[in-house]
């Protein structure tokens, strides 16, 4: 029984008729993880003693006849940005490679209450700050369609680890892209939600005005399953938002006819690899044999989006790193005898070449004499942005789309090492998914056929992009989608 291919319904239905037990999946799964692992460097750290206890935990209440959720028993991984007590979280740096969390992050919490086994930490980009997972200092993590390419970033582990059967579905950070772009990579579904339908306490910040949990599946009702278990308000976290998420799984193609997809302009220009465009243009044929129009529309501003996003975004990172001075976290300097000493060789030291890049542009904007010419002109930018969403989303305006269909990234997934010397050509890979982050809009990134691992053939994702709290929209859409490739 090929456990560590089920999905999250097919693994509850085998656990509920005890088919297999909750210990025998988590045992499963660290056997792949031991032998799969070594040539894809999904995973930083295991946490074997939590994931069994659970594990019997479930065990024990399937055995006493109890009513269970359809995340008891199933398997997932972290990005090492979330916080759970007890383990050591890192941020893919070695500033905090001592550091061991005191308290569980929101969604680790909710995903405890629900039964989900916590298999390890993935690796990611320093500070998710990336687009490749290159920029970690503690290992490499490649793509395991093509082991010379890269998973994309900053979430690569955690997309691997869905993509490499290593985890069931897995928890990921999205900022400017870090959930959809990788997931487009690796061939797995990511969803983005709306800032502040997911809880960010317990998430190490990066940029705190753009940073959202989302999860990694193999296919979108697993992704709504975990998305409905860890969103809704946080008394813990101010920026989350009161919402009903009742219905986010409800599901009826019929619903789905007579919308209209807008196709932006400005994200099928120049730039984009052919491949990607035909697959693409074969995605958007399948969802018209269901009914669906397409419509161009414009979002003007677009073109402006990476310039903006690397403004507002390390202004952010320079605060918020501000506070790993080996004082209050993990002292990684040592035979100092000064503050100003600690200060220097810790932060020297602990950081990356990427983060010293951004915490030291962060501040540059933020300077006297600057902060007026760069960040509060990058924030009118931004909310410029945001209204010409809000313009193709207007039923009265001359947009008037339920949701946008676009690229999730103008190439396939790139060698390692092609763009670790060309920090610009780095950073316009996320071309496509930073605009939606500036807005805070939801987007859901899927593969556009499903490419068996070590099939050689590089997967393509598209993205879907609603208004605020679309959430089940995109999800329908995208389960549509899959159940039309299915019947193929």
Known sequence: MDIKNFTIRKLHEGLMKKEFSAVEVARTFFDVIEKE????????????????????HVDHRIADGEEMGLLAGVPFAMKDVILMNGEIVSAGSQILSKYCASFDATVISRLRKEGAIPLGYTNCDEF???????NSSYQLTRNPHDLSRVPGGSSGGSAVAVAGGLAAFSLGSDTGGSIRQPAGFCGVVGLKPTYGAVSRFGLIPMSSSL?????????????GIVFQAIAG?????????EHNWSNVMDFDVACLKGLTIGIPKEYFGEGIEEAVRQELDFAREKFEKFGLKFKEVSLPHTEFGVACYYIVMPAEVSANLARYDGIRYSRIAENCDQLREIYFEQRGRGFGKEVKRRILLGT???SHGYYDAYYAQAQKV????ARDFEHVFHPSSDGGVDVLFTPVSPTLPFKTGEKTNDPLQMYLADAFTIPTSLAGLPALSVPVRKYVVGSGKLPVGFQLIGPRFSEQKLLSLGRAYEDSFNQL
Do not use: H, W
């Open 37 to 56: 692992d070594k040539k894809y460097g999904a995973y930083l750290r295991l946490t074997k003693d939590a994931a069994f206890a659970v594990a019997e």
């Open 128 to 134: 998710a700050m990336g687009s490749s997972t290159e």
């Open 364 to 366: 540059f904007v933020l």
């Open 233 to 241: 308000k946080d008394p813990f976290d101010a920026t989350s938002a």
């Open 211 to 223: 940073d959202q949990i989302g999860p990694f599946a193999n296919t979108v009702e697993d992704a």
């Open 382 to 385: 931004r909310r410029l942005i």
